[in-house]
Every structure is written in C-alpha cells, then in structure tokens.
C-alpha cells in the first residue's frame, strides 16, 4: 500500500467513526431492531440449520448490533461465539449464554466469561458476523484499525458478513493485501451479496 493509499485508509477511517457517532440514539436503535430482525434471514441464505456455529460480536458505541441480535441467533438454536481479545495475537472465542455471562473487556469490549476455545474456534464456525466501519460492493472491509480481525479471519472457511449501516455500504474502499474479502453485508435494510 502507497502512503497515498494509507493516507487515503487512515482519512476514511476517521470520517466514519465520526459520521457513526453523530447518528442519534433512535437511529441507531432501530437500526440494531432491524438487524436482529434479519439476521436469522442471513443465517438462512447460507444454509445453516440451527446447532451449527455462528461467531459474532457485541457491539460496541456507535457500533451497529445489539444483544437482542445474539439473542435471536441463540433462541433459534444456533450456537454463538464472542471474541475475546489477548493482546495483539489472534482473537480467542468463548460461548456466548446470556448477557448475564458477561464481563468488561479491553476496549470498552464485552466478553464471555465461559471457557476460552481457542484463536482457532473460529474455524469451526458456519458463519461469521464481523464489525465493519464500512464495506464496498467488491467486500472489501475497513476496520477500527486494531488489526484483530486481520490476523484472525484467515483460519474462516466459512460466509463472512460484515455487519455495517445501510449508508456503510459503499462503492470503493482502499484495500491491503492482508485483508480478508466479505462474503457479504448485513444491513438494516437486509442482506447483500458482494
């Protein structure tokens, strides 16, 4: 990636985060209303029949998501994983069993308090919701910046979907060779294949 390219990923980046901050709170609840809603939809149109394993996150802030989407996938039988973050290594995962089975993590994160399986239960999953500031039409993501899901999304052999507001969908992102393309987009408005 040129510097020009960086410049370009850091300024993006920024102007995202900000613009996801300035959403007011009703917004961003009906948002989050929204993707729970559909998120059995997208589970669906990969084929994944309850049991199998779903691995998400909890959003954050801004972020678009919400327990009630965690909820809706565990209640329809799906088995969820969170990310649980170990300094700079790959993401570790552990169960997700109630938002009672939580406690603080880096970050301003949440994360399970059950047992850690490992960076590389992510590989066991069927699908794979991931956080996103913003994803183009060819799935390509951008990020916070961390890198946690760069190190971690190469041992996935299974649908990613990023998960990102109707208006975080976008034309163009720039690109590094470390990043791992999307499968697909989860909005409020509904599923996009990329």
Known sequence: ????????????????????RAVPA??????????????LDAVARFDIAPGGTVCAYLAVGAEPGSIALLDVLRSAGY???????????????AAYTGEHALRPGPHGLREPTGEPLGPLALASAALVLVPALAVDRRGTRI????????????????????VVRDVELVDDLPVEPHDVRMTAVLTPSGLHVV
């Open 1 to 20: 990636m040129t510097s020009d390219q960086l410049e370009r990923k850091t300024a993006e980046r920024g102007r995202l985060l900000a613009a996801r």
């Open 26 to 39: 009703a917004e961003r609840a009906a948002d989050a209303a929204a993707l729970a809603a559909g998120v």
């Open 143 to 162: 990020g916070k910046g961390g890198g946690h899901y760069d190190r971690s999304l190469p041992v996935v052999d299974a649908p990613l979907v990023a």
């Open 79 to 93: 088995r969820v994983l969170l990310p649980i973050v170990v300094g700079a290594a790959p993401l570790d995962w």
